[in-house]
């Protein structure tokens, strides 16, 4: 059990255009799921954190206005990246935790801005 | 200003011998710690923890150890595999409830040789 989803597993597009990243729980309810994003060699950084049907927490440094997160759900999160450009690029992964202080992980989504 | 640090960036030991990866931090709210152990292009998926309270936990071939006067923590897997080769992540959380936060460090490269 605890297993976590994310789609699309990779995704290239042009500057400007909006991306967006889907995180299923796949077998359990997610209380709170997050949103990290890790660039080469560096460790994973939180970006927000969200509960269902609120608006989500975001960390300092982080552009509500540009990565758009919504948690329509019980088991699904998404994350939008508005205007994307280069420095855009980055691995995304998500978590969610079902309750139990326990953050379950998803594959992660490589998002390359051309 | 790194709270979670790992300093050694890689770590290699030879099949059936023991691997110590150490991890520091510096935060005393942090009350509860995680390993991770991540493959490429994966998300993380979850090792073993540890509490404030304690200062060992043992699952198996995997022991953390908790030093908090020295604000230090080892993971020991004995004996090494090979597909033990992975980046092993440390975190630590500063709080229970649903809106608790993981904060990661950079990860170390454990290879284990045949």
């Known amino acids: 059990g605890a297993v976590v989803s994310q789609h699309p597993s990779w995704v290239i597009c042009k500057s400007g255009t909006s991306v967006k990243i889907e995180c299923r729980s796949l077998d359990f309810q997610a209380t709170t799921m997050f949103w990290y994003r890790q660039f080469p060699k560096q460790s994973l950084m939180l970006m927000a954190t969200s509960n269902e049907g609120s608006k989500a927490t975001y960390e300092q440094g982080v552009e509500k206005d540009k990565f758009l997160i919504n948690h329509a759900s019980l088991t699904l999160s998404t994350l939008t990246v508005t205007s994307a450009h280069p420095e855009d690029s980055s691995f995304y992964i998500c978590?969610?935790?079902?309750?139990?202080?326990?953050?379950?992980f998803g594959p992660g989504t490589r998002l390359t801005v051309l | 200003d790194q709270q979670v640090k790992q300093n050694s960036p890689s770590l290699s030991v030879q099949e059936g011998r023991i691997s110590i990866l150490n991890c520091d931090y510096t935060n005393s709210m942090f009350d509860y710690f995680l390993w991770y152990k991540k493959y490429p292009a994966e998300g993380p998926t979850f090792l073993i923890s540890?509490?404030?309270?304690?200062d060992k936990n043992e699952d198996g071939r995997f022991t953390v150890f908790l030093n908090k006067s020295a604000k230090h923590l080892s993971l020991h897997i004995v004996p090494s595999q090979p597909g033990d080769s992975a980046v092993y992540f440390c975190?630590?959380?500063?709080?229970?409830?649903?809106?608790?936060?993981?904060?990661f460090g950079k990860g170390t490269l454990l290879t284990v040789n045949p």
């Open positions: 978590s969610a935790d079902r309750g139990s202080n326990e953050q379950f």
């Open positions: 540890i509490s404030s309270i304690k």
């Open positions: 975190a630590a959380s500063d709080g229970g409830g649903s809106n608790y936060k993981l904060t």
